[in-house]
T-cell receptor, first 117, second 112 residues
Framework: GAVVSQHPSRVICKSGTSVKIECRSLDFQATTMFWYRQFPKQSLMLMAT?????????EQGVEKDKFLINHASLTLSTLTVTSAHPEDSSFYIC?????????????FGPGTRLTVL | QQQVKQSPQSLIVQKGGISIINCAYE??????FPWYQQFPGKGPALLIAIRPDVSEKKEGRFTISFNKSAKQFSLHIMDSQPGDSATYFC???????????FGTGTRLQVFP
């Protein structure tokens, strides 16, 4: 149980285009979903926190107009990278906490590798 | 205060040896301390986690030691295997925000 999926696993796009990444909790309802970005050989950096039906909360330095997060249901959150540029190339990872289990445990997705040409 | 300091940055261990990774924190609002294992190109996977009311937790070859007064915790991997070669991250959850703060990571290489 507690599986989180991401789609796509890998995407290559041209500079200036927008890319949408989906994060789904497959077998549980997620109270909160988190989006992280990881550059090569670096740690995970939290970008934003989203709760179903409400606006995402962005970390300092993360442009909310560039990284659009929609959390439409208890099992789906999407991250849209708008007008992507080469510096947005990174590994994007989502995680989710399980509703009704206040342990703080986050279940991570497999990640999405974004390459902007 | 929100940082989690992790060391060493990299670690080379011979097969069968013990791998030890250390983390330290300052924030007293941290109430959950997980360790994640990450292979290249994959998302992090929970390895083992501990809460501050326990000083040690063991699961198979993996043990967390937790020192609440020193605000330090460590991961011990006994009988290290080449398949354990990966990057390990410690983390701490802030119970006020539910956010996980990650350490900088340790790249472990286990040689046969």
């Amino acid at each position: 149980g507690a599986v989180v999926s991401q789609h796509p696993s890998r995407v290559i796009c041209k500079s200036g285009t927008s890319v949408k990444i989906e994060c789904r909790s497959l077998d549980f309802q997620a109270t909160t979903m988190f989006w992280y970005r990881q550059f090569p050989k670096q740690s995970l950096m939290l970008m934003a926190t989203s709760n179903e039906g409400s606006k995402a909360t962005y970390e300092q330095g993360v442009e909310k107009d560039k990284f659009l997060i929609n959390h439409a249901s208890l099992t789906l959150s999407t991250l849209t990278v708008t007008s992507a540029h080469p510096e947005d190339s990174s590994f994007y990872i989502c995680s989710a906490t399980m509703r009704d289990r206040g342990t703080g445990e986050q279940f991570f997705g497999p990640g999405t590798r974004l390459t902007v040409l | 205060q929100q940082q989690v300091k992790q060391s060493p940055q990299s670690l080379i261990v011979q097969k069968g040896g013990i791998s030890i990774i250390n983390c330290a924190y300052e924030n007293t609002a941290f109430d959950y301390f997980p360790w994640y294992q990450q292979f290249p190109g994959k998302g992090p996977a929970l390895l083992i986690a501990i809460r501050p009311d326990v000083s040690e937790k063991k699961e198979g070859r993996f043990t967390i030691s937790f020192n609440k007064s020193a605000k330090q915790f460590s991961l011990h991997i006994m009988d290290s295997q080449p398949g354990d070669s990966a990057t390990y991250f410690c983390a701490a959850r802030d119970y006020n925000t539910d956010k996980l703060i990650f350490g900088t990571g340790t790249r472990l290489q286990v040689f046969p």
